[in-house]
């Protein structure tokens, strides 16, 4: 059983919230609610019946913003004690269209104790020499760290106002902030949307969602936060071996197959080709010439000679696959899941070093995608080498005249250079095996030179060079042409005159 405990400063007069939450307790079958002052002083009588001595403790600080969603989280954690930092619930109204539209230092707090941990809270209020009822609770944790000395508080990062607990038994709570404004505001409203209606079996792949919001300024989430490694660091830090390397991507991919894509699975939308590959390439481009003009030069050459080999240009190879239906009978996907991460990259991807666990962090959160957008994110890390670009790990040299482009890049080496080079073959063989699909490669690969092609805007950094920015773009240019000698097709070997980029100003209708 367990006694909630609403502090306000006034307890003989209730506030509209503390209200608000006798209602929602109930729904948990939460009937001992009492309102009581924050000071220490006054609860001397708090616990009289004998009976109070067997309940568990759920504190509230009356202004905090709880609803239903979080109070299932708090009391679903296997943790012993949990204390949590909430804004103040007039700060910022969730599910609501207006408010403020950010959150105040000022923030309000939680607890819940448990067994053991609620008895020690209990006695401790009687010799504490805290004024505040939450100082009592801080009292504890910090009363226990010191005599654990291999318990860690995991902070989130760069979130000061978040506050994690450690008890003997217990699971640490924090939690990782994001939110968005102007055109971020949409992704991440998909994302909240994708993580809250997860299968339960799937959900266990993710952190949990505390807490969300949503206004005409701000969009936010809490998340569970993960001490674990990305795939990337994991792979470029760890002596993790070929051996290691696939059995971890065995599990990973082989659980979102198992439980993401194959129960799930449904027929394609009959555009969903062109809104999830075409349109997002147009859109991607005309960005990239927008906020770039160091790009003019290389999207609209005729030919680019990259590593000595000559090589079609993006807009001319993406028009090809357009009008061609033998090439997106090849490359289409069958079937789709609203289940699909749509992000998979290896910084996306946390894992235990030492043990199989993994998680999977920022989806995507499209309304439906297929299993091979989310392969294309791994071959663009084992085949395309985007972990080197992104850490800056090559060198690249290029120059332009006469509507062609030069270009010479090459990767620094390394024991993870090789490692990725020998997972690349390894993979090819178990998109295959893992699909039973025998156009599995094709269609990896695909997503794979659609990806490269669209990454450019998120890797502008206004220098006026643009180099991973124009790697990325470059390595799309190699991928699109030797698919399009892989497939054999004999329309996409002609020439297609573009004129002044037409088809540049397709729209695509999952901007933001």
């Known amino acids: 059983m367990i006694t909630a405990i609403v502090l306000q400063n006034n307890p003989e007069q209730p506030s509209p919230a503390s209200d608000t939450m006798r209602s929602l307790f109930n729904r948990f079958g939460i009937e001992e609610v009492k309102r009581l002052p924050t000071s220490v002083d006054d609860w001397k009588q708090a616990f009289a019946k004998p009976s109070d001595s067997q309940m568990d403790i759920l504190l509230v600080e009356a202004a905090a913003l709880l609803d239903e969603e979080l109070l ?23 599910h609501a269209g207006n408010g403020p539209s950010s959150m105040s230092p000022d923030t309000r707090r939680i607890a819940l104790m448990r067994g053991e941990k609620a008895s020690e809270f209990r006695q401790a209020l009687l010799v504490s020499p805290e004024t505040h009822v939450f100082d009592v609770v801080r009292t504890i944790a910090a009363d226990h760290a010191a ?13 000061p106002h978040v506050k994690g607990g450690s008890y003997a038994r217990s699971n640490v709570v924090t939690r990782f902030r994001k939110e968005a404004r102007n055109l971020g505001r949409r992704k991440l409203r998909d994302e909240i949307r994708f993580l809250r209606h997860l299968p ?4 266990s792949l993710y952190p949990a969602v505390i807490l969300h919001g949503d206004t005409e300024e701000l969009v936010f989430m809490e998340e569970e936060f993960l001490p674990l490694k990305t795939l990337r660091q994991h792979f470029f830090a760890d002596d993790v071996g070929l051996d290691g390397a696939t059995r971890r991507l065995e599990t990973i991919l082989g659980a979102i197959h198992a439980k993401a894509y194959a129960p799930h699975k449904q027929q394609a939308p009959q555009d969903y080709l062109d809104q999830i590959h075409f349109q997002r390439a147009w859109h991607r481009l005309r960005r990239t010439l927008e906020r770039a003009p160091v790009f003019a030069k290389i999207v609209d050459a005729r030919r680019l000679w990259i ?3 000559e090589y079609r240009n ?5 028009a090809k696959f357009e009008q061609s239906q033998k090439a ?4 289409g996907p069958a079937f789709v899941s609203a289940y699909i991460h749509g992000d998979l990259h290896f910084e996306n991807i946390m894992v235990d070093p030492n043990g199989e666990s993994f998680r999977l962090v920022d989806p995507r959160g499209y309304d439906s995608c297929d299993i091979y957008y989310d392969l294309g994110k791994v071959s663009h890390s084992v085949n395309g080498k985007y972990d080197f670009i992104h850490q800056s790990l090559f060198t690249l040299h290029w120059s332009a005249a006469a509507g062609e482009v030069i270009m010479q890049f090459s990767y620094e080496p390394s024991p993870v250079l090789d490692l990725f080079n020998s997972l690349d073959r390894w993979a090819r063989d178990y998109y295959v095996a893992l699909t039973g699909d025998p156009l599995a490669e094709i269609r990896t690969l695909f997503a794979e030179a659609i990806h490269f092609c669209t990454m450019m805007p998120f890797h502008l950094v206004g220098d006026g060079r643009e180099s991973k920015a124009i790697l990325l773009y470059a390595t799309g240019v190699m991928l699109l042409n030797d698919l399009c000698a892989q497939l054999d097709i004999p329309e996409l070997l002609k020439d297609i005159p573009l004129g002044n980029r037409p088809v540049f100003e397709k729209e695509w209708r999952n901007v933001g």
């Not at 679903?76 to 804004?87: F, H, K, M, N």
């Not at 339960?200 to 959900?203: E, R």
């Not at 997106?328 to 490359?331: L, S």
Request: no cysteine.
């Open 200 to 203: 339960a079996d799937l959900a």
């Open 147 to 159: 005599r654990h000395s291999d318990t860690t508080d995991h902070a989130s990062p760069g979130e």
């Open 314 to 318: 993006v807009p001319e190879l993406l």
């Open 307 to 309: 590593n000595g080999k």
């Open 328 to 331: 997106r009978a090849q490359v």
């Open 72 to 94: 299932e989280f708090l009391l679903g954690a296997r943790a012993d004690a949990t204390v949590l930092s909430l804004p103040p619930a007039d700060d910022l109204l969730q």
